[in-house]
């Protein structure tokens, strides 16, 4: 979905990260579930890095309801990376025709690539 909706706009996406919060699929065996403390390590790390490398505008694409604790950490990463802005979006709140053109790119796509998420705008509270 990620991917369908950046493609008209010529912005990354970066791989999935295909791990996370997930203690209550232990019972099936293989199934891989990262401590809540590692997946906020992982995605600090992976912002320090795309920070370094000079993004600036940063969506999250959340998959796994698992996961949400990054929300918060996301906000409180960019409150302490000024020049960033960071914004953490479930896949399944996007519009069903996502990907279909411009035109209907998902609300978090469309704030951060219209300007609307500017690393010179204040944070507003409906941002995560």
């Known amino acids: 979905m990620a991917a369908d909706a950046a493609e008209p706009l010529g912005v990354p996406v970066f791989p999935v990260v295909p791990h996370g919060v997930t203690p209550y699929f232990r019972e099936f065996p293989g199934s891989i579930s990262l401590k809540v403390e590692t997946h906020l ?13 000079g993004f600036r505008r940063i969506l999250i694409v959340n998959g796994h309801g698992g996961n949400n604790a990054v929300q918060q950490f996301a906000l409180e990463w960019a409150a302490d990376h000024p020049g960033c802005r960071v914004l953490f979006h479930n896949w399944w709140n996007a519009p069903r025709d996502v990907g ?6 998902s609300r978090g796509v469309a704030r951060l690539v219209d300007g609307e998420l500017s690393v010179d705008a204040p944070a507003r509270r409906d941002d995560a």
């Open 100 to 105: 279909q053109g411009a035109g209907n790119r």
């Open 41 to 53: 390590r992982l995605v600090g790390d992976i912002l320090d890095g795309m920070a370094h490398s």
